[in-house]
């Protein structure tokens, strides 16, 4: 079957309308992230010429070298996990940095932000359902983590980032969902706790022309991103459905 990847953005576009509207959700608050590693370029000019000018790339090599040759105005987000002697290779070139799993990698970006002079948006992994085979902090150590990377210069915090186990039934994800919620609630009643000055508006909320904005919880794509959606995320990465073949609209169970 022959990729459509027009099509298959508007089948998605739409699923992520359904759930918006059945959680009471504006669907312009979600922002759609194409999850393009391992995609040759002229599927993501595909996908670009359909509209989509956000994508997510796990490698910092392959990240570097699609930065080098696509639009300039793509919007590129880090979403793999990052070690330490790559950063110098992405900060001022990407949007944002998905997976900041330790307080170590945040003093490196921090290190390389500071040295360019740029602000480096970055999001805190949080590895709700403790799965060995992922990377992040736990709920444990959440606040603690978060206030002392929030001290680091040179940082934007966005907010809070997780990827939930795979299920055969979406409804066991949504406690992790409404835990990572309740974590970005608890770092926001505890931020005039902290000696940070900007712990409150950047560990928190994400400002627009000096104005608050929303928190910014964001989920990898699985079957259940219905579920993300229902618990206030605010951006949805699609692992490279966009780029498969027959990627349908969403229909749900009577």
Request: hydrophobic share 35%; net charge positive.
């Amino acid at each position: 079957m022959e990729t459509n990847i027009a099509l298959n953005i508007e089948n998605v576009k739409q699923n992520i309308e359904q759930a918006c509207l059945r959680s009471g959700r504006n669907p312009k608050d979600v922002t759609l992230i194409a999850v393009s590693k391992t995609k040759p370029n002229e599927m993501l000019m595909d996908a670009y010429n359909a509209g989509m000018r956000t994508f997510g790339e796990n490698y910092v090599q392959e990240l570097v070298s699609k930065i080098d040759t696509l639009p300039d105005d793509i919007e590129w987000h880090m979403i793999g996990h990052l070690q330490t002697n790559k950063v110098k290779y992405i900060v001022g070139k990407v949007a944002m940095i998905h997976s900041v799993d330790s307080v170590k990698l945040a003093r490196e970006i921090s290190k390389e932000a500071v040295k360019r002079n740029v602000t480096a948006d970055i999001l805190i992994e949080v590895n709700v359902a403790l799965e060995e085979n992922k990377f992040g902090i736990t709920l444990e150590n959440g606040i603690e983590t978060v206030t002392e990377i929030a001290k680091l210069p040179g940082l934007n915090i966005r907010g809070l980032m997780t990827s939930a186990p795979y299920v055969s039934n979406p409804e066991d994800n949504r406690k992790y969902f409404r835990d990572l919620k309740q974590l970005c609630v608890d770092i926001n009643s505890t931020a005039g706790d902290t000696n940070a000055d900007n712990y409150h508006s950047h560990a928190v909320y994400r400002f627009r022309n000096g104005r608050r904005a929303r928190r910014e919880c964001v989920c990898g794509n699985r079957p259940c991103f219905h579920k993300h959606l229902a618990v206030k995320r605010h951006n949805l990465r699609n692992n490279g459905g966009l780029f498969r073949a027959g990627c349908a609209p969403y229909r749900r169970k009577a």
